[in-house]
């Protein structure tokens, strides 16, 4: 019997797409995988923020290419991570070739942070983590859509508060809110805002970091140092 086939396009955000794949081939599926957004550099970055019609020519160029290498394959699910980077005539050939595939989006974010909003005809599922999208746009709430299973042991607890995430939106507020909160109770507390070095020179510049600086860092945390820090709190 052949195994059923599965295009997955997301994010490389803390290495889950790693864990995603493996849970897919675990449960029989080929899986193919690419990055969601082009390959980034600080020149390219430079040149798209010109223009959005540069960045999106640079965009289409790269699922041209990406296309070019799976025109001749069939899938049975597309299964995509927040895609709103994602041309349209993309998802469009996809279709075209692939007629009785499933189309399925989950939104990893709120819509208020996304460059623009996925085309929602082009898939038959959308999930989001965000219950006021889910209302609004009418697509089915899932808070949590896959995290590998946190360790069964139940280890001392050392931190009262853990928070582990990107810096964007209103999220340095509330790392500093958690962080005071585990001040006053005298309990260590594990916070850390990730964010690469350009955005983080921005919100300095943009005089948004105050005294939360030092919950910023544009150091990675891996998936398992993440699973780690959660038993802990």
Known sequence: MMKQRVLFIGTSFFSIQKEIMASLC?????????????????????????????????????????????????????????????????????????????????????????????????????????????????????????????????????YLVSLIGTLHSDRLFYAKYFSNLASEYSTPSFISLYAPVKSLVKFFLEGRAGHGWRLITTKKISLCSVDDITVKS
């Open 26 to 158: 675990k449960k029989g599926f080929d899986v193919d995988f690419f990055v969601m957004s082009r390959p980034r550099n600080i020149l390219l970055d430079t040149v798209c923020r010109l223009s959005i019609k540069i960045e999106d020519g640079i965009q289409n160029k790269y699922y041209r290419k990406i296309w070019s290498s799976i025109e001749s394959k069939k899938y049975h699910y597309i299964f995509i991570i927040k895609g709103d980077s994602i041309p349209d005539f993309f998802l469009k050939n996809i279709r075209s070739k692939n007629k009785n595939a499933k189309f399925i989006l989950y939104i990893w974010d709120s819509i208020k942070n996304m460059a623009r909003m996925p085309c929602s005809d082009c898939y038959d599922i959308i999930n989001t983590f965000d219950r006021k999208d889910s209302i609004q746009y009418g697509f089915q709430h899932k808070p949590s859509f896959y995290f590998r299973q946190l360790s069964e042991n139940d280890p001392e607890k050392e």
